[in-house]
Every structure is written in C-alpha cells, then in structure tokens.
C-alpha cells in the first residue's frame, strides 16, 4: 500500500497565489466601442445619411442617423416650419458638427466626400457641395484637403479677416469646386458661395413661419433717412421712421443705433417682393385711446408747436397727440396774415 503524503488544507490556502485583480473598466473605452458597433458608415465618397424624424418640439426636428447621438434640424429647414413632419418619415441629411448639447447638427443640403478625380469630376459637373480640411493658410487664401490638394480665395472664405481665416485652419468645411482641371490638377473651392445658400435657406423657411401682425426680435442693420433696417435672422424688415414713435421722429438716429436689439411687430409682408415693413410704435398703446379721459372741452393745456402752416399751427400736447390751433384763433379780433407773425 503506497503511503502518499495528504496536504495540509491548511497549508495549501496559504500557498495559493492571491487572484489577480482585474483591471477596472475604462468607460471611455466602452463608449468607444459601442459607438463604433451601433453606427453605420456612410457610403464612399458621400456624407449623406437617411435621417429618421424621432420627434419634435417647438423649434427643432431630432432625427436618428444611425448614430448613438440623435441629429438636430430647426423647424426652419422644412417647408411650411416642419407642419406635416410626423415621427418616422426620412429625409436626407448631412452631418455638418455636433451642438454643446451633444446632438448631430444636420444640413439638407446634400454633401459629398470625393475620394478620387472622377468623384471630383461628378461634384464639380453636379454643383454638389464637397467637404473638405483646411490644411494651411498660403499665400491668398487656403489650402484645402478635398480628397486632393485645392486652393480657396479668402475672399471666398465666408470669414472676414486674417484672424478668422487662421481659425479654419484643421477644420472640416463645406465648399464647391468652381474650377477643376484634372490635366494640371488645378483645383479651387469656394466655402461662401455654400454658406449663402444656407443662410438664404434658412431665411425662406424662417419666412415661411411668420405672418403679419407677429412680435419678433430683431438687430439693427443700418439706418437710413427714411428708417432702419432690421435683420430678422436672415430676413430685412423695413421699419419706417413714422412707425418708430408715436411722437415725431426726426431723425432715426435719435432712437436707434446700429447692432441694438429691438422688437418689433411685423406689419405687412409682400407675398410677390416678400418685402416686410415693421413698425416699432405699435407696440405701446395708441395715444390717442386716453384723450377722451385726459382732455375735455374749454380746458386750458400747455403744448410744443411742432409745425407751421399757412393756415395754422400744430402743437403737440404729448407724444403722438397734436391739436391744431387755426390761424383765425390765434389772435382774437386781429387778423394774421400767417402763424408765424401773430
């Protein structure tokens, strides 16, 4: 009979190695992961994706682009501010940058990722937008990536100075080729002429939600002789210098400056020009409502004389209230030849 050696319990627990730990989980890894199995890639040489309507609240459209974050179009975009969009119609979108909010910021316009000269070809020959990294700043203008090297004016940069234009640089724009010769490899974007497009899209639909009689906000843009300019996020609205107060205005300059934030009451739109006229003094209550409260026959008043005329003198009692003194009572039983010598 063998006689084996029976290990200790004992003995054996104290000299089993301890586990190892395993490694705590990244988070940021996982969500990596995930991102990566739960999205699609868009098809080569594109960056257009179908949009899925999820919901929409009062000023945007969420849409499910195949990604873990949903996209965001304002109302705005969609005919008519998005009235017949339902949950689960699709509409073809572009990925334009992600908001502080996380979402997918989401263009209709249609935008292409060329990969190679035919894909180039088929951009320039459609007038298809293409996207593109700005690489460099050079002389006149920028360098940019579309798949090869292009070249783009500054004055076709949609920026405004040398400081702005360094700032693209690294960044992932949208542009059109406007000269595209495959022999020279001679390629040239224009980054502005898609960025008016927008703005004027954007404009329409903004339009389409307003209608007359509305309070909107609005910045000054300039001012003229006869009124201002007002810029409704796109769209100039004309506010009339007798539309401004219900007193006399001289001179616009004497109640607006240039880049003040108004509001305003939209008081007629052009469905032809689609020309806006506001007005601001419509917001406060027409004087003339409290006269019969405030004035009665035979009470004595003090005014301002605002104008003269050949037959008599208008005076201001207050803001947009003015009497008319005729020359015939002006003097009693002398007569006047004009206001101006009684």
Request: charged content about 25%; some cysteine.
């Amino acid at each position: 009979m063998t006689n084996e050696a029976v290990p200790d319990p004992q003995s054996t627990a104290e000299n089993t190695p301890e586990p190892t730990p395993e490694p705590a989980e990244d988070f940021a890894a996982i969500l990596s992961e995930f991102e990566h199995t739960h999205t699609h890639k868009p098809e080569s040489g594109t960056r257009q994706l179908q949009g899925t309507v999820v919901s929409l609240n009062a000023e945007q459209v969420f849409l499910d682009v195949g990604y873990k974050m949903e996209g965001v179009l304002p109302r705005s975009a969609f005919t008519s501010n998005a009235e017949n969009v339902k949950p689960g119609d699709t509409v073809p979108v572009s990925i334009t940058g992600r908001n502080e909010e996380g979402y997918y910021e989401l263009s209709l316009f249609r935008v292409a990722q060329p990969r190679d000269w035919s894909a180039l070809e088929a951009a320039f020959a459609d007038k298809l937008a293409v996207v593109g990294t700005v690489t460099a700043v050079v002389k006149g203008g920028l360098s940019v990536d579309v798949g090869v090297r292009a070249f783009m004016p500054a004055s076709r940069s949609g920026t405004r100075d040398a400081a702005e234009l360094e700032k693209l640089v690294g960044t992932e724009i949208n542009c059109r080729i406007t000269k595209l010769d495959v022999t020279q490899e001679d390629v040239v974007v224009d980054r502005r002429i898609v960025l008016e497009e927008q703005a004027r899209a954007a404009a329409q639909g903004r339009l389409a939600t307003m209608k007359e009689g509305d309070t909107v906000t609005g910045t000054v843009r300039s001012l003229m002789t006869y009124g201002a300019f007002v810029d409704l996020g796109g769209i100039d609205g004309l506010l009339h210098v007798s539309d401004m107060a219900w007193g006399h205005v001289h001179k616009p300059e004497d109640m607006l400056s240039v880049g003040q934030e108004i509001q305003v009451r939209i008081l007629k739109i052009d469905p032809d020009t689609k020309k806006m006229s506001l007005g601001l003094k419509q917001l406060e209550p027409e004087p003339w409502e409290t006269v019969p409260a405030k004035y009665q026959l035979g009470q004595r008043v003090t005014g301002t004389v605002t104008r003269l005329t050949d037959f008599g003198a208008f005076i201001e009692l207050e803001p947009g209230i003015e009497g008319l003194i005729h020359i015939s009572e002006m003097a009693g039983a002398k007569r006047c030849a004009t206001p101006a010598i009684c």
